[in-house]
């Protein structure tokens, strides 16, 4: 069975751009998470979607967005991009929501210049 | 709040020896508790899990068992090898939130 995959794997984005990012599932899994990855703050938690509902947000700007499709794919979007936003964004897919069993995917390393 | 905290990296160990990482948490409830392993210029690899008190996870040698007690999940391996090197992390689910808290991750380096 296909892992979590995971498109484009890298970006370069200048400051002000918008950007998205493209996750799909394991076949059979309905739920997809988002991490954001940086060496200072670690691993944060952006949101989680399932039956293409958000059910949890982390707390980031509501520049962060997301959604998911009926395949279960989901894409995350940044807009106005800081250089801050910088970071290794990790999906995670599950069988379903609240299921604790999470697989990643390799990831998309986002760079703004 | 629910919090992971694990042991400063790295930790630079040779070949055949063994391996601690420690891990403890802050949380209401019962979580589930994992190891995830991350590979240079990879994702995150699920290691090992455990979803109540003392269940014992193990994964290609590596154990570790969830101490209600004292809140502890500390991962071990007996005798590491080359291929180990690696960033561990450890990490929590928790229900109500359905959202996984890492620790900061710690570095391993396994010379020859």
């Known amino acids: 069975k296909a892992g979590v995959t995971q498109t484009p794997r890298y970006l370069i984005k200048t400051r002000g751009q918008q950007v998205t990012l493209s996750c799909s599932p394991i076949?059979?899994?309905?739920?997809v998470s988002w991490y954001q990855q940086t060496p200072g703050q670690g691993l944060q938690f952006l949101f989680e979607y399932f039956s293409e509902t958000q059910r949890n947000k982390g707390n980031f700007p509501g520049r962060f967005s997301g959604r998911q499709f009926s395949n279960s794919r989901s894409e995350m979007n940044v807009s106005t991009l800081e250089l801050g936003d910088s970071a290794l964004y990790l999906c995670?897919?599950?069988?379903?929501?609240?299921?604790?069993?999470?697989?990643f995917g390799p990831g998309t390393r986002l760079t703004v210049l | 709040g629910n919090s992971v905290t694990q042991m400063e990296g790295p930790v630079t160990l040779s070949e055949e020896a063994f391996l601690t990482i420690n891990c403890t948490y802050t949380a209401t409830g019962y979580p589930s508790l994992f190891w995830y392993v991350q590979y240079p210029g990879e994702g995150l690899q699920l290691l090992l899990k455990a979803t109540k008190a003392d269940d014992k996870g193990s994964n290609k040698g590596f154990e570790a068992t969830y101490r209600k007690e004292t809140t502890s999940f500390h991962l071990e391996k007996g005798s590491v090898q080359v291929s180990d090197s690696a960033v561990y992390f450890c990490?929590?689910?928790?229900?109500?939130?359905?959202?996984?808290?890492f620790g900061q991750g710690t570095t391993l380096q396994v010379k020859p």
């Open positions: 076949s059979g899994h309905r739920s």
């Open positions: 995670a897919s599950s069988l379903a929501a609240g299921r604790n069993e999470q697989f």
């Open positions: 990490a929590l689910f928790s229900g109500n939130t359905g959202k996984l808290i």
